[in-house]
């Protein structure tokens, strides 16, 4: 699946086509098509109006701004054909691109890896460095204790 955004670069669509579908709202489904690539739908936003979206915007972002962030993500909803097919979506998520004007969320801050001082914690790291611990390790991980598994990795034991 692609973002709205996404489709619209695959597809080589620019210009004020491109802003007529990405930075409007869309009342109508519209069909995308390409030569090579064959025929896409793009859905409707019907639900969304511009009067609403100016009075709940803030810091100055308008509609269009709001339409450029939606587009430019992919969303899922569970539906009975997704259950039937043993597909469970769980969240929204952003194609991989540099950070956009209007995004309203600025980029985190690079983090400092962690660095493990404390004794028993040098000491903990060597045993599970050995073949038998790790492989008796992943094993508890996976059936047994899971919280504990992801603690250890998100810690920097495995």
């Given at each position: 699946m692609l973002s709205t955004s996404a489709l619209l670069d695959l597809f080589e669509v620019t210009g004020s086509e491109r802003d007529r579908i990405e930075a409007m709202r869309r009342p109508e489904t519209v069909v995308l098509e390409h030569p090579r690539l064959g025929r896409a739908v793009v859905r409707d936003q019907k639900?969304?109006?511009?009067?609403?979206?100016?009075?709940?915007?803030?810091?100055?972002?308008?509609?269009?701004?709001?339409?450029?962030?939606l587009?430019?993500?992919?969303?899922?909803?569970?539906?009975?054909?997704?259950?039937?097919r043993d597909i469970e979506p769980l969240a929204a998520i952003g194609r991989t691109q540099p950070q956009r004007p209007y995004d309203v969320r600025l980029p985190p801050a690079p983090k400092t890896?962690?660095?493990?001082?404390?004794?028993?914690?040098?000491?903990?790291?060597?045993?599970?460095?050995?073949?038998?611990?790790?492989a008796h390790d992943k094993r508890r991980k996976h059936n047994v204790e899971p919280v504990f598994g992801i603690s250890k990795n998100a810690m920097g034991f495995i």
């Open positions: 639900p969304m109006d511009d009067r609403s979206l100016r009075r709940c915007l803030q810091d100055g972002l308008g509609p269009e701004d709001w339409c450029r962030l587009n430019g993500r992919v969303f899922f909803w569970l539906s009975r054909e997704l259950q039937a890896p962690r660095q493990i001082k404390e004794p028993w914690c040098i000491e903990m790291k060597a045993k599970l460095a050995t073949e038998d611990a790790n």
